[in-house]
């Protein structure tokens, strides 16, 4: 079959772009043909349309959700709007179906957070005019996030966040979206959570490469948080487990930069180093001449992954895949979903304990006392985190529409 893969961007290294390619990969590996619909598209997700007016961060886009969030109610002119944009980005989406002849979409995130409205209403009609199969997969749901409320929206957030009705299939990435979506739906959920190629193992990843690239020697302490600058990620917290730690020799560096959410977090951040005398900085791998994100990981001393919520958590199976020792703060979805597997992590519940602290300091003064833990960590990335997964939890949802 042509699968036609949906997103408001499928660009950078963001989770649900890194997830859909190897959803892509997958699908392709089973013998389908995979096309793209995105405001923003990068070449690995070609062949496909880009349109911009799709995109979140498109300025109609960003002044219609100024309007539609932070009040309980809404202006005519949103109304208005919302239904011009859903009849444009209709006519986009069937033109793109009739030219790639897509037998079946995957709306990524598209259904399930509300950054695009006419998008997700554009998808729905699409599905119930042409009876095209959509198997929807869902990254961050809207009632995980606080920012979407109040809203005047909640005819539009209840009709497709996500949608009910037979022609929807739903996969999620974690057991609590699982649950709540199928009390919605009415409808079993697949759970698919993040993955990584276990199998096949990681590149070799240039340490001394991106060491160079952050402007950190060798003899530093390099505190990896290879996330985005949002407030759930809580990067404040890996700052004080750095000043915590009393070591001169400490740098805290972030990899991604923020693009879509809270534009002063970074000044927060910024300012909350310097008041704590740590060497904090910004080292973006999605740049064309950066370094990669094995480069990342393989100059990490230790992966700092302190998020209050995650949907599931890349990083903490990339840690798992490049077998770094990883501090994570007990989030929900690692309490539930992967805490159970086995894994071994410096594990904390929001507070910095001074147990915590002796626990990285030996880490940190002898790499040799977790190296067992790193591999006992990756047989548990393979076990339950490897491709085999979508292959034995995605191909199946299509077979049956071949």
């Known amino acids: 079959m042509t699968v036609g893969l949906i997103s408001t961007r ?3 290294v963001d989770g649900v772009t890194l997830e859909t390619a190897k959803i892509k990969y997958i699908l392709e590996e089973a013998g389908h043909e995979v096309v793209s619909f995105a405001g923003l598209l990068e070449e690995r997700f070609l062949p496909g349309v880009e349109y911009p007016p799709a995109h979140f961060a ?6 219609l959700n100024a309007d539609a969030f932070g009040s309980d109610t809404r202006s005519d002119w949103v109304s208005g709007r919302i239904r011009q944009q859903v009849d444009d980005l209709n006519n986009h989406l069937r033109a793109w179906v009739e030219q790639f002849g897509v037998d079946v979409i995957i709306p990524e995130n598209a259904l399930s957070i509300p950054l695009q409205l006419p998008l997700a209403l554009a998808i729905a009609e ?17 009632w995980e996030r606080e920012r979407f409320w109040p809203n005047g929206v909640p005819d539009i957030i209840g009709a497709v966040f996500p949608p009910p009705g037979h022609q929807f299939t739903h996969m999620a990435i974690c057991s609590a979206q699982c649950e709540d979506i199928a009390r919605r739906v009415g409808r079993p959920v697949t759970l698919v959570p993040n993955v990584m ?9 240039d340490a001394e ?18 996330t985005r600058i949002v407030p759930r990620k809580s990067i404040e917290t890996t700052i004080d487990i750095a000043e915590r730690l009393g070591d001169s020799t400490v740098r805290v560096v972030v990899t991604h930069p923020n693009e879509d959410e809270v534009k002063d977090y970074w000044p927060f951040l910024v300012e909350h180093a310097e008041r704590r005398g740590v060497d904090f900085r910004l080292a973006p791998i999605d740049t064309p001449d950066s370094p990669s994100l094995e480069d990342a990981y393989a100059a990490a001393d230790l992966v700092c992954y302190p998020s209050i919520i995650e949907g599931f958590g890349n990083a903490l199976v990339e840690s798992m895949f490049f077998r770094r020792p990883l501090v994570v703060n007990r989030y929900p979805v690692y309490n ?15 507070l910095i304990t001074n147990e915590l602290l002796e626990e990285i300091n030996k880490c940190l003064s002898d790499p040799a006392h977790y190296a067992e833990a790193v591999e006992h960590n990756y047989q548990v990335g393979l076990d339950n985190y490897s491709y085999e997964v979508l292959r034995e939890r995605v191909v199946p949802l299509f077979a049956h529409l071949d």
């Open 336 to 350: 539930r979903d992967i805490a159970p597997t086995g894994v071994r992590f410096l594990d904390f519940d929001r």
């Open 10 to 12: 499928l660009s950078g």
């Open 58 to 63: 498109y300025p109609d886009n960003v002044e």
């Open 197 to 205: 190629d276990f199998q096949s193992g990681p590149e070799p990843g």
């Open 209 to 226: 490469r991106f060491r160079d690239y952050a402007g950190i020697s060798d003899d530093n302490i390099l505190l990896l948080q290879p």
């Open 126 to 142: 699409l599905v119930l005019e042409t009876g095209i199969p959509c198997v929807a997969h869902h990254h961050d749901m809207v």
